[in-house]
């Protein structure tokens, strides 16, 4: 390393973003992902070890898989390469595959490339590395936002082992903030201090988000003038100018959160598009967890619209599916789309009551038997015994219906699904008396 080299090293370090000065040194340094870096975990072990293979790193941003790719740096013996997919070229490549080749060869050591974005590569960049994985020329450590299954050259991700990072608890942000603030790798020199609720709406807003809750703390800090004692204090009213959102009233463990969530889909139950997509928007606001919307409407669509429209399920499964996929904010588009398709459907909760009505009498009656032309005829012997004796077969009928018992003797007539007259059950009903199957 020359002076300038030097030079600029130390004003990177003096210089650089929080959270880029924050970021751990060691594995133990480093906050989450216990799941995976836990002391147990294999890839903590192979940290440790210096025995790392090929990894794909895949997580929202600012959940650690540049922090975990610099502690490898910092704890490997091998060379530690790094390139990101979104301004790499082919020659940068070559360099990187002839460098290590040398190591190998010259020296014996191995050489770890850390591709970020790796799913910026395309095909053919993907290919080119392909050959030098699999003979171990380089050791590929990939990092990326979307699913690699679908992003990601298949042959790659057979030689490599996919850790999926989660985002970050809440605790775990609440620890990077107060780090942040009163560590010396973090803005003590700036004699600052926060407020407990600033630093909850923080880590809230940031939705699981390290360098989103980092970046609003360095803000915060460096926009705040002293107070007549010298000190920085960094308030509820800081931290929302910080991160550009309102302090709305939203208590993701508190009663505030049910009864949002209550309003919600009572709003959906009740037909009320308008209601729904306001309560819609306030938990997206408030940092709801995605999951637990897109539960809630799959729920709805089942529970309270049934099969008036079988369509909404299916709209509801969609949505969770395609939210899980593209992520904020785009995922607010489905969401209300899946809203209003689901508050605007035709309601029944007929199939609710249906279950509802038949683990009661699951609970309740106790029967003998289940009616023997229904039981299992395919197994040898059966017949013997006399099961499925007498069982019509309903595609021999008129209709593609007979009139059989299905229920067990002591259930005979019970009615558990009666269908609604309203949206497809009306079909329905029509075609139970098609049939003559409710008399």
């Known amino acids: 390393m020359d002076i300038f080299d030097y030079m600029r090293n130390t004003t990177m370090k003096s210089e650089s973003p929080l959270a880029s000065r924050m970021r751990p040194e060691t594995l133990d340094e480093v906050v989450g992902q216990k799941h995976i870096i836990g002391k147990d975990k294999l890839l903590y072990r192979a940290i440790k070890a210096d025995k790392l293979s090929s990894i794909i790193l895949y997580g929202p941003p600012g ?15 091998a060379d530690f390469t790094q390139i990101n997919a979104t301004v790499a070229g082919k020659k940068d490549m070559e360099d990187v595959i002839n460098k290590a080749k040398d190591n190998m060869g010259m020296y014996g050591r191995k050489t770890i490339l850390f591709v970020d974005e790796i ?75 926060i407020e407990d609720e600033a630093v909850e709406f923080l880590a809230d807003m940031s939705d699981g988000d390290a360098r989103s809750a980092l970046n609003a703390v360095e803000l915060g800090i460096l926009t705040t003038d002293p107070d007549e004692e010298g ?23 508190g009663d505030n959160h049910y009864d949002t969530i209550s309003a919600f ?26 999951t637990f919307i897109t539960r809630r409407i799959m729920i709805c669509a089942a529970e309270d619209v049934g099969l008036a429209d079988p369509n909404a399920l299916n709209v509801a499964v969609s949505c969770s599916l395609a939210v899980e996929r593209i992520g904020m904010p785009e995922a607010q588009i489905i969401l209300a789309e899946a809203v209003n398709y689901i508050a605007s459907a035709p309601k029944s909760n007929a199939s609710y009551m249906s279950i509802d009505n038949a683990m009661k009498a699951v609970k309740d009656v106790k029967i003998s038997h289940i009616p023997i032309h229904l039981k299992d005829a395919h197994y040898k ?31 005979i007539d019970r009615i558990f699904y009666e269908p609604s007259d309203i949206g497809y059950e009306n079909q329905i009903r029509e075609y139970f008396k098609k049939i003559g199957k409710r008399k």
């Open 381 to 411: 012997s059966a017949g013997r015994l006399g099961h499925g004796e007498g069982y019509k077969y309903a595609h021999d009928y008129d209709n593609h219906y007979v009139e059989q018992q299905y229920l067990p003797d002591e259930l």
């Open 231 to 253: 000190i920085i204090r960094i308030t509820i009213d800081v931290a929302q100018e910080c991160i550009q959102k309102r302090v709305i009233k939203y208590d993701k463990n």
């Open 63 to 77: 959940t650690g898989k540049t922090t975990i790719a610099k502690v490898i740096a910092n704890t490997t013996s």
């Open 119 to 193: 799913h910026r590569f395309n095909k053919g960049q993907q290919d080119y590395l392909l050959p030098f994985v699999e003979d171990g020329t380089v050791i590929l450590i990939g990092a990326t936002t979307e699913n690699p299954y679908f992003e990601v050259n298949g042959a790659l991700i057979s030689r490599s082992i996919i850790f999926e990072l989660e985002p970050l608890s809440k605790d775990d942000i609440c620890e990077l903030i107060r780090r942040a603030v009163y560590t010396e790798k973090g803005m003590k020199a700036y004699n600052a201090t």
């Open 265 to 290: 889909i009572k709003s959906m139950r009740g037909s009320d598009p308008d209601a729904a997509i306001y309560y819609l928007g306030r938990m997206l606001y408030a940092g709801e967890s995605l």
